[in-house]
Nanobody, 123 residues
Framework: QVQLVESGGGLVQAGGSLRLSCAAS????????MGWFRQAPGKEREFVAA????????YYADSVKGRFTISRDNAKNTMYLQMNSLKPEDTAVYFC????????????????WGQGTQVTVSS
């Protein structure tokens, strides 16, 4: 398994932007699909975005499409989530995850997880 650590969360006003990072260690992420998920209080963990091992294919939840951008830099063993036009409903703990090879959009399919970073969007 690969070890993951998220950073970049914080408090931002509605309409603002944040950039999350997910730093990997233990092994190279080059062969891994990676994803971002989020969990709000009292809700289940939900899919946000995913990216294939090479970075050429991306997937987004409808709720973030056009506002969030997922990317990765395999040379730096790091994945990113650029979040623009943030809304109060984006408030959640954001987790990055990795799985070998094929991209999936359900949490149960990922076997490596970070500890999460809190994103709070005020209205």
């Amino acid at each position: 398994q690969v070890q993951l650590v998220e950073s970049g969360g914080g408090l931002v006003q509605a309409g603002g932007s944040l950039r999350l990072s997910c730093a990997a260690s233990g092994r190279t992420i080059s062969g891994y699909a990676m994803g971002w998920f989020r969990q709000a209080p009292g809700k289940e963990r939900e899919f946000v975005a995913a990216i294939n091992w090479g970075g050429g294919t991306t997937y987004y939840a409808d709720s973030v499409k056009g506002r969030f951008t997922i990317s990765r830099d395999n040379a730096k063993n790091t994945m990113y989530l650029q979040m623009n036009s943030l809304k109060p409903e984006d408030t959640a703990v954001y987790f990055c995850a990795a799985r070998y090879w094929a991209v999936r959009t359900t949490p149960v399919d990922y076997d490596s997880w970070g500890q999460g970073t809190q994103v709070t969007v005020s209205s």
